[in-house]
C-alpha cells in the first residue's frame, strides 16, 4: 500500500484550444453590447425609432444579398459559357471581382445588416463601402497568403495543399496518381506484386 501516489487511470482529456475557450466568452460579449447599445439609443429616442432601424437594416442587408447572389450567379453562368470568337471584348471587372472574391465581401456585409443590433450594421456597412472594402480585401488576402507551417496531414496542412500557386499568380491544378492506378495502366506483364507476409 502507497500512500500519495496515484494509478494513472489513462489518458488525459485533450486541453482546450483558446478558441474554444474565448470565442463564446467573445460572441457574449458582442451580444451585451449589442443590448446596451439598442437600450441606449431607446431611452434616447424611443422605441419607435429601434424597431425602424432594425427593420431598416433587414430590409437593407436582404437587397445586398440578393443582388450580390445575382451577381455571383451571372459570374458562375458565364464562366461556363463557351467563349465566342467573333463576340467583341469584354470590358475589365469591376474592383470587387478583379480580386477574386466577388460577392463574398457584400453577402457578408448583407449578412451583418441583417443581424439585430447597431455594432453588426456599422460591420455590414465597413463591407460595402469601397474604400473600407478594399482595406478589408487586402487584408483577408494577406492572411490567407501568408505561409503557415502545419503538421503534415492536419487539416491546415491540407488547406494550404490546395491553395498552391505558380510564382505569376495563378493556381497550380493538379490530380493525385495513386501507385495502384499505376501499376494497372502498365498491365499483367510489368505489373510487380509486393510481397505477400506471412
Not at 465566342?84 to 470587387?96: C, F, Q
Not at 503557415?148 to 497550380?172: L, W
Not at 499483367?188 to 505477400?196: A, G, K, V, Y
Amino acid at each position: 500500500m502507497t500512500f500519495g501516489a496515484t494509478a494513472d487511470t489513462g489518458p488525459r482529456p485533450p486541453r482546450r484550444s483558446r478558441a474554444r475557450r474565448f470565442v463564446p466568452l467573445g460572441i457574449a460579449a458582442f451580444m451585451v453590447l449589442e443590448i446596451w447599445l439598442l437600450t441606449v439609443v431607446a431611452g434616447a429616442t424611443n422605441g419607435l425609432t429601434v424597431f425602424l432601424l432594425l427593420v431598416a437594416g433587414v430590409l437593407v442587408g436582404g437587397y445586398v444579398i440578393k443582388r450580390a447572389g445575382r451577381r455571383a450567379w451571372k459570374n458562375l453562368t458565364e464562366s461556363f459559357q463557351p467563349a465566342d470568337p467573333t463576340a467583341p471584348p469584354k470590358p475589365a471587372a469591376s474592383g470587387s471581382d478583379r480580386s477574386g472574391t466577388g460577392s463574398t465581401l457584400p453577402i457578408a456585409g448583407g449578412l451583418l445588416l441583417m443581424l439585430p443590433g447597431l455594432v453588426s450594421d456599422a460591420l455590414g456597412l465597413l463591407c460595402l463601402l469601397p474604400p473600407t472594402a478594399k482595406l478589408i480585401q487586402g487584408r483577408v488576402q494577406k492572411l490567407l497568403d501568408r505561409r503557415a507551417t502545419y503538421a503534415p496531414g492536419s487539416f491546415g496542412d491540407a488547406f494550404q495543399q490546395a491553395r498552391m500557386h505558380r510564382p505569376d499568380g495563378k493556381v497550380v491544378q493538379g490530380e493525385v496518381i495513386r501507385e495502384d492506378d499505376a501499376a494497372r495502366s502498365e498491365g499483367p506483364e510489368r505489373r510487380q506484386d509486393p510481397p505477400l507476409m506471412g
